[in-house]
């Protein structure tokens, strides 16, 4: 397939390339969507048959190539490190971090449509990116934000499973159950037991995927507002984006915290197949089990302290530090909380990630949000501190590979600044982001054929007695 580019945007691109060796690379994939084809569905459709014939080339031409050697610290230490799945729509770098089909956050923030002028991007046009690998014209992302908007009816069943749990259940638990209720609408489930070919898979899968990528914020707003608002449910503003409506179903209208709200689902969308949620969506769902099912099941994931639930802890590790040590405590006193935390044997959370060895570039961007909008805010100042204060620390403890801030360092704070301060709620908005990268994976499983994931696994002895003989 020819894609056209679009000449005035490209000039601008080289422009910058020349100035950043870095985003040269980047650039010689690009597509811009010039288009006048608003369909999504359509899209795909016509990219498909192109993907599988490359998936089919590499499988017969290289099947056989060694990626690496896998060790026994691999094995032990939760396979990382260790190249084992294929995602197609990001990749992360150690260095320089996430990128989005070969956008790294900056340029997404400059190349995607936005809802205002120099404005955060809109998480449609993230979704349009990482399904299609082309940037989309803000045509085409107001038709896929109509789309959504009309898929968006959660039906009431979903609402009375919600309501059978006790209000002081946590937040992921009520979402995640939420998510499962609405798993009796999937028409891919409906397609199989019809009996539907394995080549026609992806179809059902898209139509649930973005179902429920339009629905799960209905959701998420009313777990919300039923635990802090009395159950008083605001419905959803037809002339407002994907991001924008979240915040305004939520409570927040204003402009800035719908602003935030973009970039923070943009941001939190997706960050390559690895880490528990991705991972734990593609391993369900190769075993054929629809969208909702394994999107319910990397929820579950993500609600655990040592993923998702980590920006939770970060407001509140940062509030219990002011409460101690005041608003404007000294750097040397916020130095002996940090010791005296990681004294008690807990974490600082909010620092070191798995991949990664420098700055989460999605903690950057967010911290110049903070500096164009809240540059005076106290918590925003002992962020700022923390990001002096944290590594040196963790570097001389000497067991930490990356002691550098990652998303969760930052995101509570902002939140908490437009008001939304319920930190025990944070791990929810991360869940909406990220339905949009797990689901647009999940359409690119079932378009490619990917099989049913079944890794080998050991026991201590076997690895004992394979060491032996190795030696």
Request: aromatic residues 8%; proline residues 6%.
């Amino acid at each position: 397939m020819v894609f056209y580019r679009s000449v005035s945007l490209l000039s601008k691109l080289r422009s910058r390339a020349v100035q950043q060796p870095g985003f040269r690379n980047s650039v010689r994939w690009l597509q811009v969507q010039t288009s006048s084809d608003v369909d999504l569905h359509s899209q795909l459709k016509e990219l498909i048959p192109e993907q599988q014939e490359r998936l089919k080339k590499l499988k017969s031409e290289h099947g056989k190539v060694q990626l690496g050697n896998i060790t026994v610290d691999m094995v032990l230490g939760g396979m990382r490190g260790m190249t084992g799945l294929l995602w197609e729509t990001s990749l992360l770098d150690p260095e320089e971090g996430i990128r989005f089909r070969g956008l790294s956050i900056p340029e997404c923030q400059k190349l995607l449509p936005a809802a205002k002028s120099g404005g955060e991007p809109l998480p449609e046009g993230l979704l349009w990116l990482l399904l299609t690998g082309k940037v989309p014209t803000k045509e085409q992302v107001d038709s896929l934000s109509k789309e959504l908007r009309s898929r968006a009816a959660v039906p009431d069943h979903v609402y009375k499973t919600i309501d059978a749990l006790p209000i002081t259940a946590h937040p992921m638990t009520q979402f995640a159950t939420g998510v499962m209720a609405l798993q009796v609408q999937s028409e891919f489930q409906k397609a199989y037991e019809k009996g539907i070919h394995k080549s026609k898979y992806w179809e059902p899968t898209y139509e649930d995927s973005l179902s429920l990528i339009a629905q799960v914020p209905i959701v998420a707003s009313y777990v919300y507002r039923r635990i802090y608002k009395n159950g008083q449910v605001i419905p959803m503003d037809d002339s407002l984006d994907y991001g924008g409506n979240f915040a305004h179903m939520l409570g927040f209208d204003d402009p800035a915290m719908q602003e935030l709200m973009r970039l923070y689902v943009t941001i939190h969308s997706d960050h390559e197949g690895g880490n528990v949620s991705a991972h734990t969506g593609h391993l369900v769902a190769s075993a054929l089990s629809d969208p909702y099912l394994s999107f319910a099941a990397a929820l579950n994931g993500l609600a655990g302290p040592l993923h998702g639930l980590a920006n939770q802890e970060v407001l509140l590790w940062i509030k219990s530090a002011v409460e101690e040590c005041g608003e404007n405590v000294s750097k040397e006193h916020l130095k002996d909380y940090v010791w005296k935390t990681l004294n008690s044997g807990k974490v600082v959370p909010g620092f070191g990630h798995g991949v990664l060895r420098k700055t989460d570039p999605r903690y950057t961007c967010q911290r110049e949000f903070a500096l164009k909008h809240l540059p005076d805010d106290p918590l925003f100042k002992m962020v700022s501190n923390l990001y002096e204060v944290v590594p040196p620390i963790l570097l001389e403890l000497g067991k930490v590979k990356n002691p550098w801030p990652n998303v969760d360092a930052h995101s509570g704070v902002l939140l908490n600044y437009y008001g939304l301060t319920e930190a025990r709620y944070y791990t929810v908005l991360f869940g909406v982001s990220r339905a949009i990268g797990i689901c647009a994976q999940l359409i690119w499983d079932r378009a490619l054929g990917l099989p049913l994931e079944r890794p080998k696994s050991v026991t201590m002895e076997w690895l004992e007695n394979y060491c032996k003989k190795a030696a």
